[in-house]
């Protein structure tokens, strides 16, 4: 029998220390994968941003630096104008993409930088205890939404993505979900399209993935895969927004 | 023709500087009384064709100085003191992940928003590190639109050299006022010797191991011996990278410190003193941190007292009682809120103590 | 003819490969595994196809096919 499906190179023979039926670890395989199939290891940057995924860098097998909460797109952009011919891409939270790091993320998508995000939207705040993050859904209970995020209080659900498509210098943008086996292989081919976009030169390129957080979601992860479904995909349906 | 001097205000001196050393990397954010230095940087960098972004923010300007760092590029960004207390999460982090950069502070008045004229009150905030956590920045003083282009120049083989973050602490005087440069002499200087190899910059990971750049260190004790070797580097910056002017320091009644823009006129009232024979001698720090601490507790051993001026409601002062201690009297002389301090008004200070 | 190992170990018992495995040849142990949790076994090899399924899914990546 031959081994049909293994380990990415790209990726550590580490354990992870996300919780379980949390999305980060699809995810992190998927960009690994993706990267050892276009032959783009020894060329890759990394960056991996403040929340959850911080310790990316253990995960990962080729160099990985990591940003202050935000900043991610700052430093990529740094990195990519310095060593313009480098697969340079950022790994990023809700927070971190759609909170404090707006502006950062706004302007390096309406400048094009050539970088693609990978950005994994669960709705929540993982790492500081499950507080509400901008892409939180209406009426979902947080840390710091017990009764149920409010419209007239909290504000709505921040669709950045949609946001972001409106800029020039953004190329490509694509929502996909890892819910799904399905779901799991065209992130994949998102990510592959983001990164081939990037080493083309075309310009700024993100792909926002749906991801689940059953802890942060107070339910179990196979509850967690119908929440998606039922919930998520009504506030943010899955396709490619930019570059059809 | 090509002509030795030529004529540049200290801003503009400042980028040139920097591009002697080879930077080929600024990001900046339009904040006065810097505007010149970024100005001549987007110019200079389209001209060499390196990098000159004009970021959204001085967050973001100093976190691209943090990505070029990080993939190995000499880089520099600059701003004016509000703009400062911005990048202090930049600078902070830069410290945390052992990475070379330069950053300009050309101080205006504050706190808060403040006004636009020359100032010193950022001392504190410059020598104490700054942001958050357990660490230093090299802090460099330029009196001279020479001497801004000099500092600049070196704080590069600095930073590269320590792996942290180099500061040039200018102000709103020197960087609007125009003096002859000699940018041959300036180029002559080895600048090229402190430029070291950087292993550990993030390329891609071609025939080696990956690399990794992170201020994160949860493991028990990392984060511990981390702030230790970083606190050894800064004992040998202490012990090596010393920088002072003086002049009659060792044989004077009456020592006047001051740096930059206060440093001038301090320099001035000597020469004046000394013509109407007065016993009056001056120590101008060119690094604040580390702080020549050793020549100002000798001087202070035959003075009878120090004068210190600022142009603020007393920073450095901190660091003199410091090095001296008890073992003279301590006299202070500033103006806060973007005030400058008058030279006559010093010299009659220098006449009272000296007779008195 | 095909088969999947499973790195119990590893295995944090989210039961995607599970919810997922369209044969129903996978299923939680009995036993509790090092980190105190029943992992996924796989339990019938004349059912399995080899579809990936189960590994493309699995968060931890403790899964592989052979076919």
């Known amino acids: 029998m031959d081994k049909v499906f293994t380990r990415p190179n790209s990726l550590r023979d580490a354990e992870t220390h996300y919780c379980a039926g949390c999305g980060h670890g699809i995810v992190h395989r998927l960009v690994a994968e993706v990267i050892d199939e276009m032959g783009l290891r020894e060329r890759t940057i990394g960056i991996a941003p403040v929340g959850c995924a911080v310790l990316a860098y253990d995960y990962w097998n080729f160099d990985v630096t990591e940003a202050a909460h935000g900043r991610t797109p700052a430093v990529a952009t740094g990195i990519k104008r310095v060593l313009p011919d480098r697969l340079v891409f950022t790994y990023q939270g809700d927070g971190d993409l759609a909170a404090i790091g707006t502006a950062e993320t706004v302007h390096a998508a309406n400048r094009g930088e050539d970088i693609s995000i990978i950005f994994v939207n669960n709705g929540v705040y993982g790492m500081t205890g499950g507080q509400m993050a901008p892409t939180t859904l209406l009426e979902q209970k947080t840390a710091t939404t017990p009764t149920g995020r409010d419209l007239k209080r909290d504000g709505a659900p921040l669709k950045i993505s949609e946001m972001l498509a409106v800029l020039d210098g953004a190329v490509y943008i694509e929502r996909t979900s890892v819910h799904s086996p399905a779901g799991v292989n065209k992130t994949k081919k998102a990510i592959e399209r983001s990164f081939q976009t990037q080493m083309d030169k075309k310009g700024f390129s993100m792909v926002e993935i749906i991801s689940p957080c059953p802890t942060y979601w107070g339910l179990t992860p196979r509850e967690s895969l119908k929440w998606i479904e039922e919930r998520i995909f009504k506030t943010y349906p899955l396709g490619v927004i930019k570059g059809k | 023709m090509k002509r030795d001097r030529i004529l540049m205000c200290g801003n ?149 050299e320590y792996r942290m973050p180099v500061m040039v602490l200018s102000d709103g005087m020197l960087g609007q006022m125009m003096e002859p440069v000699d940018l041959v002499a300036a180029n002559k200087a080895e600048v090229g010797k402190r430029s070291v190899e950087k292993p550990w910059a993030l390329t891609g990971c071609k025939d080696r191991e990956p690399n990794m750049i992170r201020s994160l260190l949860l493991k028990s004790g990392a984060l511990e011996d981390w702030n230790n070797e970083l606190q050894a580097r800064y004992k040998t910056i202490e012990e090596k990278e010393v920088r002072y002017e003086a002049l009659h320091e060792d044989e004077s009644d009456l020592i006047i410190i001051g740096y930059g823009t206060c440093g001038r006129i301090a320099k001035s009232c000597v020469e004046r003193a000394r013509d109407e024979g007065l016993s009056v001698g001056m120590i101008r720090p060119i690094t604040l941190w580390p702080f020549p601490k050793d020549i100002v507790r000798k001087a202070a051993e035959k003075a009878k007292a120090i004068l210190v001026v600022e142009m603020s409601s007393g920073q450095m002062i901190e660091d003199v009682q410091l090095a001296i201690g008890e073992r003279c009297k301590i006299e202070f002389y500033g103006r806060p809120g973007g005030a400058v301090p008058e030279e006559d008004v010093i010299f009659e200070k220098i006449r009272t103590l000296v007779s008195g | 003819m095909a088969k999947i190992t499973i790195e119990k170990d590893r295995c944090k018992a989210c039961e995607f490969c599970i919810i997922y495995c369209k044969k129903g040849a996978i299923k939680l142990d009995k036993k509790l595994n090092k980190r105190g949790v029943h992992p996924a076994v796989f339990i019938d090899p004349d059912k399995c196809t080899g579809c990936v399924m189960c590994a493309i899914i699995c968060p931890e990546c403790c899964i592989e096919v052979f076919k």
Request: hydrophobic residues 40%; negative net charge.
């Open chain 2, 12 to 160: 503009e001196a400042c980028g040139e500087g920097a591009v002697i050393a080879g930077c080929r990397f600024y990001a900046g954010y339009p904040i006065t009384p810097q505007n010149e230095l970024t100005a001549y940087m987007a110019k200079r960098m389209l001209e060499l064709g390196g990098t000159f972004i004009q970021a959204e923010s001085e967050l973001a300007a100093i976190n691209m100085v943090f990505g070029a760092s990080v993939a190995g590029a000499r880089a520099m960004t600059s701003s004016s003191s509000p703009g400062i207390s911005l990048k202090q999460e930049g600078i902070s982090y830069i410290a945390g992940c052992g990475l070379p950069a330069v950053i300009v502070n050309v101080m205006r008045g504050g706190p808060g928003l403040g006004n636009i004229a020359p100032s010193q009150a950022d001392y504190f905030q410059a020598t104490r590190g700054g942001g958050h956590g357990d660490y230093r920045t090299i802090v460099l003083a330029p009196a001279s639109v020479q001497e801004v282009v000099e500092l600049t120049r070196d704080a590069f083989g600095l930073a590269d």
